[in-house]
Antibody, heavy 122, light 108 residues
């Protein structure tokens, strides 16, 4: 059974950083990429970027370039996403999802993590 | 980037009815790479349809997708109370992948 299990909720102050983990199981980790998607309160879903399962390629949405870093650990089949210089409008639920596509040709997201709530407040 | 516009914003129907949800793209969606997701409160999104018309694993045949080019439709037949959710379309034919703003389905 394919599962993605994310780390717990975080509360951060503006200017801080947060790193969310996404532990996967039930499939060969390096075979699929991971997309990260967020949903701010009252907003829709927003694709943040993608990382290959073997950590050799990343692609970030333009608005997150320079502020977000995605990595993977192939030994533990875990993906990570770090967001730096947090602002109040980064308050959102952050999801990881297994992506059926490849670098530059992303796919549908067939399995999702349960989500990690990140609250940014002074 | 491709902008997806979903309509209606909210749909209020009764159990047993048929729901028709629309997703219109600002440009042609390459290879009809269009997916639909269901998001219930406090749950992660769930893939329903990929490639415009293919049901994901375990999705009942009450859910069907159609369309091509710039116009896509999700139909949910024989509505059940558990179908109450927000439905999102997503295109992945062009980078960056983008989502529609969602259609909220209420079951009266």
């Amino acid at each position: 059974q394919v599962q993605l299990v994310q780390s717990g909720a975080e509360m951060k102050k503006p200017g801080a950083s947060v790193k969310v983990s996404c532990e996967t199981s039930g499939y060969p980790f390096t075979t699929y990429g991971i997309s990260w998607v967020r949903q701010a309160p009252g907003q829709g879903l927003e694709w943040m970027g993608w990382i290959s399962g073997n950590n050799d390629k990343t692609d970030y949405a333009r608005k997150f370039q320079g502020r977000v870093t995605m990595t993977t650990d192939t030994y533990t089949s875990t993906a990570y996403m770090e967001v730096r210089s947090l602002r109040s409008d980064d308050t959102a639920i952050y999801y990881c999802a297994r992506d059926q596509g490849d670098y530059g040709n992303y796919g549908d997201m067939d399995v999702w993590g349960q989500g990690t709530t990140v609250t940014v407040s002074s | 980037e491709i902008v997806l516009t979903q309509s209606p914003g909210t749909l209020s129907l009764s159990s047993g009815d048929r729901a028709t949800l629309s997703c219109r793209a600002s440009q042609i969606v390459s290879d009809n790479y269009l997916a639909w997701y269901q998001r219930k409160p406090d749950q992660a999104p769930r893939l329903l349809i990929y490639g415009a018309s293919n049901r994901a694993t375990g999705i009942p045949d009450r859910f069907s997708g159609s369309g091509s080019g710039t116009d896509f439709t999700l139909i949910i037949s024989r509505l059940e109370p558990e179908d109450c959710a927000v439905y999102y379309c997503q295109q992945y034919g062009s980078s960056p992948p983008t989502f529609g703003q969602g259609t909220k389905l209420e079951i009266k």
